[in-house]
């Protein structure tokens, strides 16, 4: 380890490849990569797990972590956390969901007279509760790191003192989405030719904007009648959404791409233009940092942290409301204007390197572990 470094302990009741997943995987490999030592605890056998092992973190083992009210399993989990951080030498406790954080407050050992301090990142803007035994557990939490301006706002009127809250934008894989990827694979695979190519990438669930994408992309096809849309995602909503594009004579127009992870790079690199009605899980919105990281314009609804993440008529453009000629007019605009869209996309990259690295997002949390130890050195 090198000097001041420290020894860190995420937890992540998550066992999906989606939420707070990536976004803690980047975390832990940027503090590793700064010399940190970076353990991480994740409930095991999933596709969470595995990504984590792929990133060459140090895994935890023998934490179920299932957010669920399983009191043999809480209880378990709560002795192994202080061998852990007993053993360890564990110098902060960093939970990432509910379950952990109550775990790592409640079951945090006492070493030299001290207690490891827990830090929580909120993912999502539900996530920061304003009951009162919520409020009781945020007091009592040394650092609150919030990924959208909303959720900074939220932990204040939450309970969490104001000056324990800090704000951490969202992370890109930069080398990953870098610019010499190839889409050509990707157009002759859904037979796209030199069509101009939208792409969303979101889970097909409720509350996504998929009807409202559609509704617009299919106005859009009055002007531009040889665009395709490539819907990549997967989800419960696929049934009802192929029937509605089959209803509205979208069919030949509309591309369901599946699940696409390995090849997600190139997949963004055969859009022209990229589209996200509303953020997930994760509300520092990963899927368009990551368009935007590729290089690719990005349109979006002007909800959750897209605000803060696009820059309207620079790296995008924001749509107001959920008016369908809404979306159709920012559509045209970008995908008609070839020069243009590549100027943005270009600028999006240069933002994505500039403000949603995991180098910044390290500084961030580093500088909120550093006031929660009171400045003390490292072991």
Excluded at 11 to 22: E, F, K
Excluded at 69 to 87: G, Y
Aim: with cysteine; proline share 5%; hydrophobic share 45%.
């Amino acid at each position: 380890m090198t000097a001041g470094a420290l020894t860190v302990l995420h937890l992540a009741a998550n066992r999906w490849w989606t939420g707070s997943a990536d976004p803690t995987i980047q975390l832990a490999s940027a503090q590793q990569a700064r010399g940190h030592r970076v353990l991480l605890a994740v409930p095991p056998g999933d596709r969470f797990e595995a990504k984590a092992r792929e990133a060459g973190l140090t895994l935890v083992e023998g934490f179920h972590l299932r957010a669920r009210l399983a009191p043999l399993q809480i209880a378990r989990d709560a002795v192994r956390l202080r061998r852990v951080a007993r053993e360890q030498a564990v110098d902060v406790l960093h939970a990432h969901h509910s379950h952990d954080h109550w775990l790592a407050l409640l079951a945090r050992p006492r070493s030299g007279g001290r207690r490891p301090p827990v830090a929580r990142t909120f993912h999502a803007l539900r996530a920061v509760k304003r009951d009162a035994v919520s409020r009781r557990l945020y007091r009592r939490t040394d650092a609150a790191l919030a990924v959208s301006r909303q959720i900074e706002a939220r932990c204040r009127e939450a309970g969490v003192p104001p000056e324990r809250v800090y704000w951490t934008p969202g992370m890109a894989d930069l080398p990953r989405f870098a610019a010499e990827a190839d889409g050509r694979a990707v157009r002759e695979e859904f037979a796209l030719g030199d069509a101009p190519v939208v792409v969303s990438v979101a889970r097909l669930a409720a509350n996504r904007g998929h009807e409202l994408l559609l509704a617009g992309f299919r106005g859009l096809l009055a002007d531009l009648p040889a665009a395709r849309l490539l819907l990549v995602g997967k989800g419960e909503t696929r049934e009802r959404l192929e029937r509605l594009v089959a209803g509205q004579g979208l069919a030949r127009h509309v591309t369901f791409a599946g699940y696409r992870d390995r090849d997600l790079p190139s997949v963004l690199a055969a859009a022209d233009c990229f589209a996200l009605m509303a953020p997930g899980s994760d509300d520092s919105c990963r899927a368009a940092l990551e368009a935007m990281a590729a290089a690719r314009p990005v349109v979006a609804r002007a909800v959750g942290a897209l605000p803060e993440t696009v820059a309207h008529g620079e790296t995008g453009l924001l749509v107001e409301g959920d008016r369908p000629e809404a979306v159709a007019w920012a559509l045209r605009s970008v995908l008609t204007d070839r020069a243009r869209a590549r100027a943005m996309g270009a600028a999006g990259r240069r933002r994505a390197e500039k403000e949603f690295s995991p180098a910044r997002a390290v500084e961030t949390v580093e500088r909120a572990y550093r006031a929660m130890l009171g400045a003390r050195p490292a072991r």
